[in-house]
């Protein structure tokens, strides 16, 4: 499809372990942001790249959060030994550049941890 | 803290009326403000947007009303439609910083009723 794909859509994982979710954005966009909805609250925004520059890493809660993105396509936002605090829906957007372009989302992932 | 704020969490509508959803920030530096729609499981979608340089846009039946010294926002739906019913976000970034990052409300629940 033309629209930004998340993986898996859904993800259950026990206390403790690590997961791995998964961003293609739009062919062509040098934009990608990470973000996450907790029940309840808004769009908080965790990670953002642009093209070849550092990422901009200033909403990432914790040390146990990370995000790569390779070839500048796909992303990958990891997740280590995950707690019930980090339940909620991960959502992946990427834009056509970084200005005042409107970001496109995929339709995240919703991650429970137990 | 948050920056952007939506004090409406719900609003119900009659269908033919209007819809009034608004938003208020509070960094003098928000330059581009945009409105997105979320249906449940879907990622949000672009809606419309508006530069601090003017005070409003419109987009058929959506118009974007812009406050600078109120801080404030406002998004008109003539007429509102049963299709309407979502989780509208508003979201303000500072272009000139160069982060390039949007900050998101915490949503208005529109329900429009037939």
């Known amino acids: 499809g033309a629209g930004v794909s998340q993986s898996p859509s859904n993800k259950v994982t026990e206390k403790g372990k690590d997961v791995e979710l998964r961003c293609d954005p739009i062919s062509g966009h040098t934009a990608l942001y990470w973000y996450r909805q907790s029940l309840g609250q808004g769009l908080e925004f965790l990670i953002y790249?642009?093209?070849?520059?550092?990422?901009?890493k200033s909403g990432l809660p914790s040390d146990r959060f990370s995000a790569e993105r390779t070839g500048g396509s796909v992303s990958t936002l990891t997740i280590q030994r995950t707690q019930q605090e980090d339940s909620a829906v991960y959502l992946c957007?990427?834009?056509?550049?970084?200005?005042?372009?409107?970001?496109?989302f995929g339709d995240g992932t919703r991650l429970s941890i137990l | 803290d948050q920056q952007v704020k939506q004090n409406s969490p719900s609003l119900s509508v009659q269908e033919g009326r209007i819809s009034i959803l608004n938003c208020d920030y509070t960094n003098s530096m928000f330059d581009y403000f945009l409105w997105y729609k979320k249906y449940p499981a879907e990622g949000p979608t672009f809606l419309i947007s508006i530069s601090s340089i003017k005070d409003k846009n419109e987009d058929g039946r959506f118009t974007v009303f812009l406050n600078k010294s109120a801080k404030h926002l406002s998004l008109h739906i003539v007429p509102s439609q049963p299709g309407d019913s979502a989780v509208y976000f508003c979201a303000a970034s500072d272009l000139t910083s160069g982060t390039y990052k949007y900050i998101f409300g915490t949503g208005t629940r529109l329900k429009v009723l037939a």
């Open positions: 957007a990427s834009s056509y550049d970084y200005s005042n372009q409107p970001q496109h």
């Open positions: 790249f642009q093209g070849n520059s550092a990422p901009d």
